[in-house]
T-cell receptor, first 113, second 114 residues
Framework: GAVVSQHPSWVICKSGTSVKIECRSLDFQATTMFWYRQFPKQSLMLMATSNEGSKATYEQGVEKDKFLINHASLTLSTLTVTSAHPEDSSFYIC?????????FGPGTRLTVL | GDSVTQMEGPVTLSEEAFLTINCTYTATGYPSLFWYVQYPGEGLQLLLKATKADDKGSNKGFEATYRKETTSFHLEKGSVQVSDSAVYFCALSDLAGTASKLTFGTGTRLQVTL
């Protein structure tokens, strides 16, 4: 139980384009999901907290207009990287909160050329 | 604010050796404590957790005990396998019962050799 999926698992895009990453809780409902970014050999950096039916809460220093988050249902949150640039290349990981624990997706590797 | 400190890696062990990865924390309340494991190219998997003092979390031969007096949650395993090679993250959540943020340690890379 408590499985979280992400799609796509990896994506390559050209600079200036937008990319959407989906995060789904497969066997439970999640009012709250989280989006993280992880640089090589580093820990996870929380980008934003996504609440179903309301606006996301962004961490300090994260551009809300660049990283658009939508949490339209209890099983789906999406992160859209708008006008992506090479410095946005990273590993993006989502998690969903369920019974006092965060369950993580497998991650999406984004490469911007 | 809350913080988690993990021992520096990488940790290299021979198969069947005993493993300890130290983790200490600073928190204002009574946090829940977690160990997550990340295999190469994958997301994080919950390994074990403890929600109150003196609780012991255990899974797949790994154990960690919530020590409030020393603010620690050290991860141990009696006999590691090559398949345990991964990065291990200690984390805390400060508001039990709510969907609060996780504060992570920097991660400890474990390499197990034959």
């Amino acid at each position: 139980g408590a499985v979280v999926s992400q799609h796509p698992s990896w994506v390559i895009c050209k600079s200036g384009t937008s990319v959407k990453i989906e995060c789904r809780s497969l066997d439970f409902q999640a009012t709250t999901m989280f989006w993280y970014r992880q640089f090589p050999k580093q820990s996870l950096m929380l980008m934003a907290t996504s609440n179903e039916g309301s606006k996301a809460t962004y961490e300090q220093g994260v551009e809300k207009d660049k990283f658009l988050i939508n949490h339209a249902s209890l099983t789906l949150s999406t992160l859209t990287v708008t006008s992506a640039h090479p410095e946005d290349s990273s590993f993006y990981i989502c998690s969903a909160h369920f019974t006092d624990t965060q369950y993580f997706g497998p991650g999406t590797r984004l490469t911007v050329l | 604010g809350d913080s988690v400190t993990q021992m520096e890696g990488p940790v290299t062990l021979s198969e069947e050796a005993f493993l300890t990865i130290n983790c200490t924390y600073t928190a204002t309340g009574y946090p829940s404590l977690f160990w997550y494991v990340q295999y190469p190219g994958e997301g994080l998997q919950l390994l074990l957790k403890a929600t109150k003092a003196d609780d012991k979390g255990s899974n797949k031969g790994f154990e960690a005990t919530y020590r409030k007096e020393t603010t620690s949650f050290h991860l141990e395993k009696g006999s590691v396998q090559v398949s345990d090679s991964a990065v291990y993250f200690c984390a805390l959540s400060d508001l039990a019962g709510t969907a609060s943020k996780l504060t992570f340690g920097t991660g400890t890379r474990l390499q197990v050799t034959l």
